[in-house]
Protein backbone atom coordinates (compact mmCIF):
# COMPACT_ATOMS: atom_id res chain seq x y z
CA UNK A 1 0.00 0.00 0.00
CA UNK A 2 1.19 3.53 -0.93
CA UNK A 3 2.32 5.89 2.15
CA UNK A 4 -0.63 7.80 3.22
CA UNK A 5 -0.29 11.52 3.26
CA UNK A 6 0.58 13.72 6.66
CA UNK A 7 -3.09 13.77 7.53
CA UNK A 8 -4.20 10.42 7.04
CA UNK A 9 -1.35 8.81 9.28
CA UNK A 10 -2.21 11.11 11.96
CA UNK A 11 -5.68 10.61 12.17
CA UNK A 12 -5.66 7.21 12.02
CA UNK A 13 -2.27 6.15 14.23
CA UNK A 14 -4.11 5.22 16.94
CA UNK A 15 -6.47 2.56 15.67
CA UNK A 16 -4.04 1.45 12.74
CA UNK A 17 -1.68 0.55 16.18
CA UNK A 18 -5.06 -1.35 17.81
CA UNK A 19 -6.94 0.28 20.56
CA UNK A 20 -8.50 -2.31 22.91
CA UNK A 21 -12.12 -2.22 21.59
CA UNK A 22 -11.80 -0.48 18.68
CA UNK A 23 -11.36 3.18 20.44
CA UNK A 24 -10.19 5.45 17.82
CA UNK A 25 -8.01 7.43 20.80
CA UNK A 26 -5.27 6.11 22.73
CA UNK A 27 -6.75 6.02 26.46
CA UNK A 28 -5.18 8.17 29.11
CA UNK A 29 -3.64 5.87 31.21
CA UNK A 30 -3.26 7.27 34.51
CA UNK A 31 -1.17 4.73 35.64
CA UNK A 32 2.12 5.74 37.74
CA UNK A 33 3.41 2.29 37.81
CA UNK A 34 2.73 -1.01 36.10
CA UNK A 35 3.00 -4.36 37.13
CA UNK A 36 3.80 -7.83 36.09
CA UNK A 37 3.11 -10.69 36.00
CA UNK A 38 6.61 -12.28 35.53
CA UNK A 39 9.34 -11.62 37.61
CA UNK A 40 12.20 -12.28 34.30
CA UNK A 41 9.53 -9.61 32.25
CA UNK A 42 10.26 -7.10 34.97
CA UNK A 43 13.73 -7.16 34.87
CA UNK A 44 13.44 -7.03 30.87
CA UNK A 45 11.96 -4.67 30.46
CA UNK A 46 13.94 -2.52 33.34
CA UNK A 47 17.17 -3.91 31.05
CA UNK A 48 15.45 -2.10 27.80
CA UNK A 49 12.98 -4.20 26.11
CA UNK A 50 10.44 -2.08 25.41
CA UNK A 51 7.47 -1.71 28.12
CA UNK A 52 6.63 0.21 30.85
CA UNK A 53 7.85 0.36 34.25
CA UNK A 54 7.13 3.87 35.58
CA UNK A 55 5.42 6.62 34.20
CA UNK A 56 8.39 8.92 34.78
CA UNK A 57 10.18 7.12 31.90
CA UNK A 58 6.64 7.20 29.56
CA UNK A 59 3.20 5.58 29.47
CA UNK A 60 1.53 3.97 26.56
CA UNK A 61 -0.52 7.56 26.08
CA UNK A 62 3.02 9.75 26.06
CA UNK A 63 4.15 6.15 23.36
CA UNK A 64 1.07 6.74 21.28
CA UNK A 65 1.76 10.60 20.80
CA UNK A 66 5.58 10.16 20.28
CA UNK A 67 4.27 7.36 17.45
CA UNK A 68 2.76 10.39 15.69
CA UNK A 69 5.51 12.72 15.83
CA UNK A 70 7.75 10.40 14.48
CA UNK A 71 5.49 9.50 11.57
CA UNK A 72 5.26 13.49 11.44
CA UNK A 73 8.97 13.81 11.21
CA UNK A 74 9.67 11.01 9.03
CA UNK A 75 12.02 9.71 12.00
CA UNK A 76 13.29 6.65 13.53
CA UNK A 77 11.90 7.24 16.97
CA UNK A 78 10.72 10.06 19.28
CA UNK A 79 11.16 10.88 23.12
CA UNK A 80 8.24 13.35 24.75
CA UNK A 81 8.47 15.42 27.67
CA UNK A 82 6.58 18.08 29.92
CA UNK A 83 7.21 20.94 27.60
CA UNK A 84 9.68 22.07 24.57
CA UNK A 85 12.36 23.70 27.38
CA UNK A 86 12.56 20.09 29.10
CA UNK A 87 13.06 18.49 25.84
CA UNK A 88 15.98 20.71 24.88
CA UNK A 89 17.49 20.29 28.14
CA UNK A 90 17.47 16.92 28.12
CA UNK A 91 19.06 16.66 24.78
CA UNK A 92 21.89 18.98 25.63
CA UNK A 93 22.54 18.13 29.69
CA UNK A 94 22.48 14.19 27.92
CA UNK A 95 24.77 15.16 25.36
CA UNK A 96 27.09 17.19 26.37
CA UNK A 97 30.00 17.31 28.98
CA UNK A 98 31.66 20.08 30.57
CA UNK A 99 34.52 20.74 27.94
CA UNK A 100 32.78 19.85 24.69
CA UNK A 101 32.13 23.02 22.49
CA UNK A 102 28.95 23.95 20.78
CA UNK A 103 28.06 26.11 18.39
CA UNK A 104 24.26 27.81 18.71
CA UNK A 105 22.89 30.32 15.88
CA UNK A 106 22.59 33.32 17.39
CA UNK A 107 18.94 33.70 16.14
CA UNK A 108 17.11 31.95 18.73
CA UNK A 109 13.96 32.10 22.03
CA UNK A 110 15.13 33.91 24.58
CA UNK A 111 14.25 31.04 26.75
CA UNK A 112 16.69 28.67 24.88
CA UNK A 113 19.65 31.35 25.12
CA UNK A 114 18.83 31.37 28.98
CA UNK A 115 19.52 27.68 29.21
CA UNK A 116 22.51 27.79 26.83
CA UNK A 117 23.76 29.99 29.74
CA UNK A 118 23.40 27.64 31.88
CA UNK A 119 25.42 25.24 30.34
CA UNK A 120 28.14 27.29 29.55
CA UNK A 121 28.15 28.19 33.52
CA UNK A 122 29.03 24.33 33.92
CA UNK A 123 31.38 24.23 31.43
CA UNK A 124 30.03 23.31 27.56
CA UNK A 125 31.86 26.00 25.31
CA UNK A 126 29.66 28.21 23.49
CA UNK A 127 30.10 30.29 20.25
CA UNK A 128 26.50 31.77 19.35
CA UNK A 129 27.34 32.56 15.44
CA UNK A 130 24.71 34.35 12.57
CA UNK A 131 23.83 30.82 11.20
CA UNK A 132 21.99 32.15 7.62
CA UNK A 133 25.64 31.81 5.94
CA UNK A 134 27.16 28.21 6.53
CA UNK A 135 30.49 29.96 6.73
CA UNK A 136 30.08 31.56 10.06
CA UNK A 137 29.26 27.80 11.54
CA UNK A 138 32.30 26.55 9.84
CA UNK A 139 34.44 28.83 11.24
CA UNK A 140 33.27 28.42 14.48
CA UNK A 141 35.02 24.79 14.36
CA UNK A 142 37.19 23.12 16.94
CA UNK A 143 38.57 19.78 17.27
CA UNK A 144 35.87 19.88 20.98
CA UNK A 145 32.83 21.07 18.68
CA UNK A 146 30.16 17.80 19.26
CA UNK A 147 27.10 19.09 18.24
CA UNK A 148 25.25 22.24 16.22
CA UNK A 149 22.08 24.17 17.49
CA UNK A 150 19.37 26.21 15.20
CA UNK A 151 15.70 27.43 14.60
CA UNK A 152 14.78 26.37 11.98
CA UNK A 153 12.67 29.09 11.84
CA UNK A 154 13.93 31.07 14.54
CA UNK A 155 11.55 33.00 17.28
CA UNK A 156 11.26 36.13 17.03
CA UNK A 157 13.14 37.20 14.30
CA UNK A 158 12.21 34.65 11.65
CA UNK A 159 15.64 34.33 10.85
CA UNK A 160 16.53 31.02 8.15
CA UNK A 161 19.81 29.57 9.12
CA UNK A 162 20.91 27.83 6.05
CA UNK A 163 20.01 24.25 7.06
CA UNK A 164 20.43 22.08 4.40
CA UNK A 165 24.32 23.54 3.93
CA UNK A 166 24.69 23.25 7.98
CA UNK A 167 23.34 19.71 7.54
CA UNK A 168 25.90 18.81 5.14
CA UNK A 169 28.72 20.37 6.62
CA UNK A 170 27.64 19.02 10.20
CA UNK A 171 27.82 15.07 8.38
CA UNK A 172 31.15 15.60 7.11
CA UNK A 173 32.51 16.85 10.59
CA UNK A 174 30.33 13.92 12.45
CA UNK A 175 29.10 16.86 14.45
CA UNK A 176 25.38 16.24 15.67
CA UNK A 177 23.04 18.73 14.13
CA UNK A 178 19.99 19.67 16.14
CA UNK A 179 17.30 21.18 15.09
CA UNK A 180 14.67 23.32 16.68
CA UNK A 181 11.65 22.47 14.43
CA UNK A 182 8.61 24.27 16.77
CA UNK A 183 7.54 27.03 14.31
CA UNK A 184 8.23 25.53 10.80
CA UNK A 185 6.61 22.15 12.21
CA UNK A 186 6.96 18.95 10.22
CA UNK A 187 4.53 20.05 7.85
CA UNK A 188 6.01 22.37 5.83
CA UNK A 189 9.91 20.92 6.68
CA UNK A 190 10.85 17.50 8.59
CA UNK A 191 14.46 18.55 10.04
CA UNK A 192 15.36 15.12 8.30
CA UNK A 193 15.01 16.85 5.01
CA UNK A 194 18.27 19.13 6.03
CA UNK A 195 20.08 16.73 7.62
CA UNK A 196 19.18 17.35 11.29
CA UNK A 197 20.47 14.38 13.79
CA UNK A 198 18.08 15.45 15.64
CA UNK A 199 14.69 17.64 15.78
CA UNK A 200 13.17 19.33 18.40
CA UNK A 201 9.47 20.02 18.56
CA UNK A 202 7.93 22.59 21.30
CA UNK A 203 4.33 20.64 20.94
CA UNK A 204 2.65 23.52 23.18
CA UNK A 205 3.09 25.41 20.11
CA UNK A 206 1.54 24.25 16.46
CA UNK A 207 1.21 20.91 16.55
CA UNK A 208 -1.10 20.99 20.14
CA UNK A 209 -2.23 24.43 18.82
CA UNK A 210 -5.09 24.76 21.03
CA UNK A 211 -3.24 26.72 24.14
CA UNK A 212 -4.27 24.10 26.36
CA UNK A 213 -1.20 21.77 27.12
CA UNK A 214 2.55 22.22 27.44
CA UNK A 215 4.76 18.88 25.96
CA UNK A 216 8.22 18.75 23.82
CA UNK A 217 9.11 16.07 21.52
CA UNK A 218 12.90 15.28 20.46
CA UNK A 219 12.70 13.11 17.41
CA UNK A 220 16.03 10.87 16.08
CA UNK A 221 16.01 10.79 12.52
CA UNK A 222 18.46 8.15 12.29
CA UNK A 223 21.30 10.13 10.30
CA UNK A 224 23.34 10.26 12.82
CA UNK A 225 25.52 7.03 13.73
CA UNK A 226 26.93 7.38 17.51
CA UNK A 227 29.28 4.90 17.45
CA UNK A 228 32.05 7.55 17.75
CA UNK A 229 30.27 9.76 19.43
CA UNK A 230 32.47 9.96 22.80
CA UNK A 231 29.28 10.95 25.87
CA UNK A 232 27.59 7.68 25.30
CA UNK A 233 27.41 5.76 28.12
CA UNK A 234 28.03 1.88 27.88
CA UNK A 235 24.75 0.60 28.77
CA UNK A 236 23.29 2.47 26.10
CA UNK A 237 25.77 1.23 23.49
CA UNK A 238 23.30 -1.39 22.25
CA UNK A 239 21.25 -2.31 19.34
CA UNK A 240 21.42 0.02 16.07
CA UNK A 241 24.43 2.81 16.91
CA UNK A 242 21.97 5.17 15.11
CA UNK A 243 19.53 5.60 17.99
CA UNK A 244 21.76 5.29 20.78
CA UNK A 245 21.58 9.19 21.13
CA UNK A 246 17.81 9.25 21.76
CA UNK A 247 18.19 6.04 23.85
CA UNK A 248 20.49 8.26 26.31
CA UNK A 249 18.40 11.02 26.05
CA UNK A 250 15.00 8.75 27.14
CA UNK A 251 16.71 7.35 29.95
CA UNK A 252 18.59 9.68 31.52
CA UNK A 253 16.70 12.73 30.38
CA UNK A 254 13.78 11.29 31.92
CA UNK A 255 15.40 9.87 34.78
CA UNK A 256 17.69 12.50 35.94
CA UNK A 257 15.80 15.56 34.98
CA UNK A 258 12.23 14.61 35.19
CA UNK A 259 10.42 16.52 32.95
CA UNK A 260 7.74 13.61 32.04
CA UNK A 261 5.03 15.20 29.74
CA UNK A 262 1.85 13.71 31.88
CA UNK A 263 -0.71 11.20 30.14
CA UNK A 264 -3.56 14.00 29.95
CA UNK A 265 -1.31 16.42 28.48
CA UNK A 266 -0.29 14.02 25.73
CA UNK A 267 -3.73 13.25 24.28
CA UNK A 268 -4.60 16.60 24.56
CA UNK A 269 -1.42 17.39 22.08
CA UNK A 270 -2.50 14.06 20.28
CA UNK A 271 -5.73 15.36 19.52
CA UNK A 272 -4.87 18.82 18.52
CA UNK A 273 -2.30 17.24 16.36
CA UNK A 274 -4.57 15.76 14.49
CA UNK A 275 -5.71 19.15 12.33
CA UNK A 276 -1.83 21.02 12.24
CA UNK A 277 -2.42 20.81 8.36
CA UNK A 278 -5.68 22.51 8.50
CA UNK A 279 -4.71 25.12 11.29
CA UNK A 280 -1.15 25.90 9.79
CA UNK A 281 -2.31 26.23 6.45
CA UNK A 282 -4.99 29.07 7.51
CA UNK A 283 -2.15 30.57 9.83
CA UNK A 284 0.02 31.20 7.06
CA UNK A 285 -2.50 32.38 4.46
CA UNK A 286 -3.73 34.67 7.06
CA UNK A 287 0.25 35.81 7.93
CA UNK A 288 0.85 36.22 5.02
CA UNK A 289 -2.11 38.04 4.02
CA UNK A 290 -1.69 40.70 6.91
CA UNK A 291 2.12 41.07 6.54
CA UNK A 292 1.41 41.93 2.46
CA UNK A 293 -1.43 44.59 3.80
CA UNK A 294 0.33 46.30 6.46
CA UNK A 295 4.39 46.22 5.02
CA UNK A 296 2.51 49.20 3.02
CA UNK A 297 1.02 50.73 5.83
CA UNK A 298 2.55 54.12 7.02
CA UNK A 299 2.83 53.56 10.69
CA UNK A 300 4.87 50.10 10.08
CA UNK A 301 8.52 50.82 9.89
CA UNK A 302 9.55 47.00 9.51
CA UNK A 303 8.01 43.17 9.38
CA UNK A 304 9.79 40.65 9.65
CA UNK A 305 8.10 37.40 7.64
CA UNK A 306 9.59 35.23 5.56
CA UNK A 307 6.71 35.46 2.84
CA UNK A 308 7.82 38.75 1.80
CA UNK A 309 10.00 39.57 -0.46
CA UNK A 310 12.41 41.68 1.13
CA UNK A 311 13.06 39.06 3.73
CA UNK A 312 16.51 38.63 3.98
CA UNK A 313 15.84 34.59 3.39
CA UNK A 314 12.93 34.50 1.21
CA UNK A 315 14.44 32.49 -1.59
CA UNK A 316 15.69 29.74 1.18
CA UNK A 317 12.15 30.21 2.88
CA UNK A 318 10.57 29.29 -0.22
CA UNK A 319 12.77 26.19 -1.52
CA UNK A 320 12.44 25.00 2.15
CA UNK A 321 8.82 25.40 3.03
CA UNK A 322 6.94 24.62 0.12
CA UNK A 323 5.18 27.31 -0.43
CA UNK A 324 4.21 28.52 3.12
CA UNK A 325 6.06 30.66 5.24
CA UNK A 326 4.99 29.92 9.41
CA UNK A 327 2.46 32.40 11.41
CA UNK A 328 5.17 34.34 13.21
CA UNK A 329 6.07 37.78 12.25
CA UNK A 330 7.74 41.01 13.87
CA UNK A 331 6.28 43.97 13.39
CA UNK A 332 8.28 47.51 14.26
CA UNK A 333 6.35 50.36 14.36
CA UNK A 334 7.27 54.12 13.77
CA UNK A 335 9.02 55.92 16.48
CA UNK A 336 5.63 57.82 16.79
CA UNK A 337 3.46 55.70 17.76
CA UNK A 338 3.87 54.18 21.72
CA UNK A 339 3.83 50.53 21.46
CA UNK A 340 1.99 50.62 24.37
CA UNK A 341 -1.04 52.28 23.74
CA UNK A 342 -1.21 50.43 20.27
CA UNK A 343 -0.88 47.18 21.82
CA UNK A 344 -3.88 48.45 24.27
CA UNK A 345 -5.59 49.29 21.33
CA UNK A 346 -6.23 45.99 19.99
CA UNK A 347 -9.49 43.79 20.91
CA UNK A 348 -8.88 41.23 18.46
CA UNK A 349 -5.49 40.10 19.20
CA UNK A 350 -4.66 38.80 22.89
CA UNK A 351 -1.95 40.42 24.48
CA UNK A 352 -0.03 37.07 25.47
CA UNK A 353 2.76 35.06 25.82
CA UNK A 354 2.53 32.27 23.49
CA UNK A 355 2.61 31.20 19.49
CA UNK A 356 1.73 28.89 17.49
CA UNK A 357 -2.05 29.17 19.19
CA UNK A 358 -5.66 29.20 17.12
CA UNK A 359 -5.92 32.81 18.45
CA UNK A 360 -4.04 35.77 17.25
CA UNK A 361 -1.67 36.47 20.47
CA UNK A 362 1.03 39.81 20.35
CA UNK A 363 4.02 40.62 22.67
CA UNK A 364 6.70 43.19 23.18
CA UNK A 365 9.39 41.64 22.95
CA UNK A 366 12.27 43.74 24.79
CA UNK A 367 10.30 44.23 28.08
CA UNK A 368 9.33 40.90 28.52
CA UNK A 369 11.16 37.40 27.18
CA UNK A 370 14.14 39.28 26.49
CA UNK A 371 14.12 41.77 29.44
CA UNK A 372 16.25 39.94 32.04
CA UNK A 373 19.23 39.33 29.41
CA UNK A 374 19.85 43.42 29.16
CA UNK A 375 20.32 45.72 26.10
CA UNK A 376 23.91 44.22 24.98
CA UNK A 377 22.39 40.71 24.62
CA UNK A 378 19.16 42.24 22.83
CA UNK A 379 21.34 44.02 20.28
CA UNK A 380 23.74 40.86 19.97
CA UNK A 381 20.45 38.87 18.99
CA UNK A 382 18.57 41.51 16.83
CA UNK A 383 15.78 42.88 19.39
CA UNK A 384 15.09 46.52 19.18
CA UNK A 385 12.75 48.05 21.89
CA UNK A 386 9.82 48.31 19.73
CA UNK A 387 10.07 44.75 18.42
CA UNK A 388 6.72 42.92 18.34
CA UNK A 389 6.07 39.33 18.24
CA UNK A 390 3.00 38.46 16.27
CA UNK A 391 1.53 34.90 15.89
CA UNK A 392 -1.12 34.29 13.69
CA UNK A 393 -4.52 32.34 14.75
CA UNK A 394 -7.11 31.05 12.46
CA UNK A 395 -9.48 34.21 12.88
CA UNK A 396 -11.25 35.61 9.78
CA UNK A 397 -8.42 37.57 8.05
CA UNK A 398 -10.64 40.85 7.64
CA UNK A 399 -10.82 40.94 11.19
CA UNK A 400 -6.92 40.61 11.90
CA UNK A 401 -6.42 43.21 9.24
CA UNK A 402 -9.38 45.20 10.71
CA UNK A 403 -7.96 45.49 14.19
CA UNK A 404 -4.36 46.36 13.07
CA UNK A 405 -6.17 48.93 11.16
CA UNK A 406 -8.19 50.60 13.96
CA UNK A 407 -5.05 50.40 16.59
CA UNK A 408 -2.68 52.35 14.21
CA UNK A 409 -5.59 54.96 13.05
C1 LIG B 1 8.21 28.02 22.84
C2 LIG B 1 9.45 27.52 22.26
C3 LIG B 1 10.25 26.61 22.95
C4 LIG B 1 9.90 26.13 24.34
O1 LIG B 1 8.73 25.39 24.36
P1 LIG B 1 7.81 25.29 25.68
O2 LIG B 1 6.89 24.16 25.33
O3 LIG B 1 7.13 26.60 25.85
O4 LIG B 1 8.72 24.97 26.82
C5 LIG B 1 11.41 26.17 22.35
N1 LIG B 1 11.77 26.59 21.13
C6 LIG B 1 11.01 27.46 20.43
C7 LIG B 1 11.47 27.88 19.06
C8 LIG B 1 9.84 27.96 20.96
O5 LIG B 1 9.11 28.84 20.28
Not at 216 to 228: H, I, K, Q
Not at 235 to 249: C, D, F, V
Not at 310 to 335: C, K, N, S
Not at 340 to 353: G, I, Y
Amino acid sequence: MAKNGFTTTIVHSDRRASVEHGAIHKPMHPSSEYAFADARELAAVFQGKAGFTYARQGTPTTTALESKITQMEDGAGTVSFATGMAALAATFFTLLKAGDHLISSKHIFGNTNSLLGTLAGLGVELTLVDATDVRNVEQAWRPETRMVFVEALANPGTQIPDLAAIGEWCKSKGVVYVVDNTLVTPLLCQGKAVGASLVVNSLSKHIGGHGNALGGAVTDTGLYDWSDYPNIAEPYRTAKSTSWGLTQIKKKGLRDMGGTLASEAAHRLAVGAETLSLRMNKICANALALAQALSQHPRVAKIHYPGLPDHPQHQRATQLFGGLYGGLMGIELVDDVDLFDFLNRLKVLALATHLGDNRSLVLPMAHTIYYEMGPETRALMGISDNFLRVSIGIEDIQDLLGDFQQALA
